[in-house]
């Protein structure tokens, strides 16, 4: 049955609006199509060239390290070997690293890389040669590493032309399918408006599906790399204390070898004379807790020794059973030397915790994220407050509900406001001064615990001070509490 014309009349003016409406709504998402393109293309180059500034930088720090030492001021050779190491972590992870296969396709970035890892060689060669003298290691470093300033600064500027190029290349692509559809919704839309809709609807759907999946295959390889970086940066920062706990022990052993080695000395006397009742009744006394001694502060040292290397070994995929336990306690333990003046940190575990499944060195780098960021809450509370002096307090717990387990990081600082507490996961959220938190530790954190413990990661708002609780899940092989009892 046909239409009257006047409701032809009525429906052409609706079906232009409509035209209209969906004409410039296409055109509206098309540019923010663009300009999200555009983003992205800014965040991809600075991914690459991230990795070639910080080669720059450790490079930079490395010579003006050597250049101080050099000059006679106060650098330690360990000081000097520590930020060389650093610098060989950030050329092997871009060697390495998955995540920079195109900046290692560039040849002037792989040839600079191949001949950075033949001087590194050579000066690991020299510098087992050389001694422990810092002048000495200093000029080794600064001899050979002074030739690459200009060679990073060259292929860094490469790394952004390439950046480019590819960006432009992959944009022109996808701008030109665009405009090919929106060419045909035009054309069409005149003849049937709602079958054009509807493709061009489906159209845009898969083609939000696909950014959608390449954006979070970027984020994820993204996050991934900042967290094996701010695993560098917290064992850069870690270092210093670490070596003060090993020093100790070591101290002592020392001092007891040279006791043993005079004791020995004594008793083989090269004269013959006998030893005195009164000297063989002290060396009977003295020498055995001279070696249990030795073996405390040997034992000790193994205990540190093995923390840090848990904590600095990179993750391989592979999952095992990880021990709540002892990851507490290696975290306490690598971070003990840098918050024990400030704070009194005391735990509450529960005796026989089952396992949970996951990789230790993760786990451990989240402890360590909470318990630092605690104390520098502390910290900031007692200076805006004037009570510097005061002891602030951390307290540690893990215990058993039913198949998961609670640890639970808590401070007495000043807590963290409502407003704020909302955004502390947001990726590069930080209420610290620039240059000083960049604003990732949580939510890496939180990612981790997600991804690799399937756990979860929150703030508790019910507690004075800062609360965060990490929640596993139990292995799945652990038997029940009860049965455990039985």
């Known amino acids: 049955m046909a ?27 098309t540019f923010s199509f663009r300009a999200k393109l555009e983003e992205d293309a800014i965040e991809f180059r600075e ?60 040849d002037s970035v792989q040839q600079t890389l191949d001949r950075l890892n033949q001087s590194i060689a050579e000066i690991d060669a020299e510098l087992e040669r050389a001694g422990e003298a810092p002048k000495t290691i200093a000029e080794i470093l600064h001899r050979v590493l002074t030739a690459y300033e200009g060679d990073l600064q060259r292929i860094s500027l490469e790394a952004i032309h390439y950046s480019s190029e590819r960006n432009t290349v992959h944009n022109a692509e996808i701008s030109d399918q665009m405009n090919i559809l929106q060419m045909l919704f035009i054309g069409n ?5 709602g079958v054009v809709f509807i493709a061009v609807r489906q159209a845009l759907k898969a083609y939000n599906a696909a950014f959608k999946a390449e954006e979070q295959a970027m984020e994820r390889r993204f996050i991934e790399e900042t967290a094996e970086r701010t695993k560098l940066e917290a064992l850069g920062s870690l270092a210093g204390g670490v070596a003060h706990e090993i020093n100790t022990p070591a101290q002592y052993v020392m001092a007891n070898l040279d006791f043993l080695k005079d004791a020995f000395s004594d008793l083989a006397r090269s004269d013959g004379a006998p030893v ?111 009570a510097a002096s005061a002891m602030g307090k951390i307290t540690i717990s893990a215990k058993r509900r039913g198949q998961k387990i609670d640890i639970r990081v808590h401070d007495n600082g000043p807590g963290i406001p409502e407003h704020v507490a909302a955004r502390i996961f947001d990726p590069f959220f930080t209420t610290k001064p620039v240059g000083v938190g960049t604003g990732q530790g949580l939510a890496i954190s939180q990612r981790i615990i997600f991804k690799t413990f399937n756990g979860k990661l929150f703030h508790d708002d019910s507690v004075e001070g800062a609360c965060f609780v990490i929640q596993l899940p139990v292995s799945e092989d652990e038997p029940e509490p009860h049965e455990q009892r039985q």
């Open 189 to 193: 839309l005149v003849i049937i408006a």
């Open 276 to 386: 005195s009742d009164d000297d063989m009744a002290y060396y009977r006394e003295e020498v055995p807790v001279a070696i249990s001694q030795s073996k405390d502060g040997m034992r000790q040292i193994a205990v540190i020794v093995q923390a840090i290397k848990n904590f600095a070994h990179p993750g391989e995929g592979n999952k095992d059973k990880v021990s709540i336990e002892d990851e507490i306690g290696n975290a306490i333990l690598l971070t003990n030397n840098l918050i024990k003046f400030a704070v009194d940190l005391s735990t509450d575990i529960d005796a026989d915790l089952p396992m949970v499944v996951g990789r230790p060195n993760e786990l451990n780098q989240v402890l360590i994220n909470l318990i630092m960021n605690a104390a520098y809450a502390i910290e900031d509370g007692q200076k805006s407050i004037g």
């Open 3 to 29: 239409l009257p014309s006047s409701l032809h009349f009525r429906m052409r003016p609706g079906l232009i609006v409509l035209a209209a409406v969906l004409v410039v709504s296409y055109l509206f998402f």
């Open 47 to 106: 991914n690459l060239t991230w990795a070639i500034f910080q080669i720059q930088k450790e490079l930079i720090d490395t010579l003006r390290l050597s250049e101080r030492a050099a000059a006679g001021r106060d650098v330690s050779a360990d000081d000097l070997l520590l930020s060389f190491d650093i610098l060989v972590s950030r050329i092997d992870l871009v060697i390495k690293g998955d995540g920079f296969q195109e900046l290692r396709q560039i």
